[in-house]
């Protein structure tokens, strides 16, 4: 620690702390515009001049300026009030003071300091900008006749996101940011550029002329597409989610969104919200009064009994699953479950299996501490960006070192640091197998405490790193090091992501990477971890409250098998949509078919077309509860708006459900939160109204394993076919709600298949032409998209379509063999 | 306005045909060269006569630079050229002393005659006009260079048959 005196004041300070930081931590104000708290110190604005005793003569940058013991610090006096309005008068000179119609005014960090300094008249002329405002693409501006150049757009781009969109270009007073050969701006649209600039350079398009600032009311709420959890705080204006805004001070995963966080919010807003029960009534969907509705429902589920069906979700608040969980027990089913019930065994057989636990063992800030990564099969960019950016924070401020083990490259290839170890698709397994077999071998195993070493080391013994090397097309070296690496290092993650479109060998994945973070030391060390990535905002809730089948339950795959047999009388469906995301659309389809379908959705989705009652259920945005994502941390959602026209938060429809069943149901989040810390192991302890921003981790910072068994699992086989499929999910999409968003619809409106450079000049297709899929006799049809981040023979599709009806080859197999053709 | 994203994609994608080989040499010299972006560029420029957009592309994939910092760097630089360049360069002095001279006419003599100004080139890519500060002629002052040859106390009409000379040549 060190001691200094910041105007007058005494204080004690952490030595790796910059004047600025103490300052703004003792809550002494030093005005910035190129600061970041999520930045590295860069001092090119000089607003935040302040004199130090010690070096007298001189202003110094107190943004990069580190304290020193015995430090006397003025932060303002005659000649730093003059100097900062000579900066000011400087950025004045060529900044197109167009405040009235620029949608920064009212939060404009320049427009504040030009107040606060009283710049009413400019000592210097010069020439204004006149550059043209970009504007191609459909959720970004960029007008920079308002830059200041402070830089904070280049450098989060580089620092956090890893994209490099912006550079400085030109030199002196032509000096302006700009994309390569200063084209429009044409990247992942995440916007965290959007959330850092400091003046209305770069802005939200879909929010221009929406509201001023000062008219939103802020919510600090929950991210309601992927695990990550991130904080978003919602701008609400005349009951409509204007805007998501970040929370850079107090937000989890330090504010940063992605571009389904920030720009995929409209479709809360969309009139095609269903806003009133629908009952079936002559063929047709009729609308009807919620009594109507409950009643019958009600009366369906009591004849059904033990065999109703119910699938939820992972995207309902802890709150309601319990709730859920109250229903299906008060009719006495135990056909419940979530997710398509395959894609999370990960954690709850295989983790459960090998560590006896069903859930991460570290948090997101653990992993940008450490100084080895290993990512497993998807690329998180993809499926969790912010959890991409969190990776991408390790190596930059850690330098550590990144392994990949994929079936393609995908943007966490291009990382500074980054190893990619491509294998032939559907081998994941041989390869973590490799890796144990290499630390087994070389004596770097930490055996203390394990069961199951000595079956491990034979079961491994046919997967030395050449040998997967060869079966799977791997380089037998990479392996070798990426074990030496994870076993040496301090700390080490190994990531994992599951979800619907990676339902193949779950289980066994989970444990092949559980054997690895077991040897490793990995799994139940501080500051190291192995992280099973949900790919809804609620997933991990719904494992830890159980929404699984029954001992004597049917899972939501043999659900809708039975019910395709004309054997369950009754489904419910409680936000999710499996014609379109489950596998196998010929069967769902024939299970809605068959059954009497009630679905609760914000949408009338392809399944709810089949339904029999239609429940209009609420939005994330209009909720109160808890998400725990997946990280363990539990967040509190907050409601910004109210639900459209009769719609229904879940927790409200399950509770009348319950008193229909005459069953007591909890009134309120808060009180069913309480209800469920004494249900869920791990909850136990936590407060509701204590939950603050940063949210809750159930089970501490380090989540330490039951027990530690090895797992002998084995790998696959590399399928034999010219051309291999792929299914995943889409950087701009999650699940199936974000393609009812304008936002991610805008840049990624339709369904796509994608080939690399060599397959499209074979089959002699280029992006935007349309191509045919054909697999078991079944032909689907989507766009070519060329890229060069899939091997040869290698094809990409993202699930999230139905138009694309890429279930009808897709039956949650890892990989599908099929026959392209150019139509 | 998805069509303008993919316009934009397009346009990276209609890049001129350009072959590399010379490009992938200059980058598998320096690739393991810590601090290579500036001898690959200069590398590239040499081979090339200006710096061509794919090649930009090429290093930034081979060397895992984001174009965007390429861009930076080659038009922070005054010595790197993204288009091509005539074969003789007419350098003309803007120094202290050629402008006490004059030197402003002679570049308007350049333009009657050849139509190009500063950093411009002629269609024909035979000559392109710059606007330099100071040759460290400034006896000779106004003064202009044609690639390395030197033509001091010039005028309006020597500048003219300095240009025909060099027009007439190949």
Redesign the interface.
Known sequence: MVNLTIDGKQITTAKTSTIYEAAKENGIYIPVLCYAKKLLPYGACRICLVEVEQMKGRLIPSCTTPVTEGMVVTTLSDEIRKVRKTVLEFLLVNHVVDCPVCDKGGECDLQDLTYEYEVVTNRFEGEKFDLPTDEVNPLIERNMNRCVLCGKCVRVCDEVVGYGSYSFINRGFETKIATAFDRGLNCEFCGQCVSMCPVGAILPRPFKFKARPWQLKEVDSVCGYCGNGCTVTLGVKDNQVQTIRFNEDTGVNHGNLCVRGRFGYSYVNDSKRLTKPLIRKGGELKEASWDEAFATITEKFKTAGKDLGIISGARLTNEELLLLKRVSSAIGTQNLDHSGGECYKGLTEGLKETMGISASTGTFPQVEKCDAILAIRSDFYETHPVFGMVINQAIRLNDAQLAVIADKRGKLSKLPNARTLIHKPGCEINMINALCQVIIAEGLAQTAGLQGITELTKALADYTPEAVAGMVGADAEAIKKTARELANAQNAAIVVAYGLPYTAYSKEIAIAAANLALLTGIAGRDGSGLYLCGEKANSQGAVDLQIIPGPAGLGAQQVLSTAAEGKLPVLYLVGEDPLVSYPDQTLVKKALEKTFLVVQDLFMTDSAKYADIVLPAASFAEKEGTFTNAERRIQRLRAGIKSPGEAKTDFAIFQQLLDKLQKTAPTTPAAAFSELTAEVSGYTDIIYEQIGAQGQVWGGETLVPVKKVLVPVAGMEPLQADYQLLVGSALYHSGTVSTRSKGPMSVCPEPYIEFNRDDAATFGVTTGEMVQLKADGVAIQAKVKVDNRLPKGVLFAPYHFGELGLNKIYKGQSVIAVEPGKI | ??E??????E???ELEEIDLTAANEVIDKYIDMHGNLMPVLQGIQEAYGYIP?VT?HLA?ERL?V???????VL??YAQFHLKPRGKYIIRVCMGTACHVKGAGRIGDAIVDRLGIGHAETTEDLKFTAEYVACIGACGMAPVIMVNDATYGSITVQKTAEVIEKYKAMD
């Open positions: 306005m998805t303008n994203v993919q316009q934009v994609e346009q990276v994608e957009e930009v930034a895992n984001y174009a965007s910092q390429i861009y930076g038009t922070f």
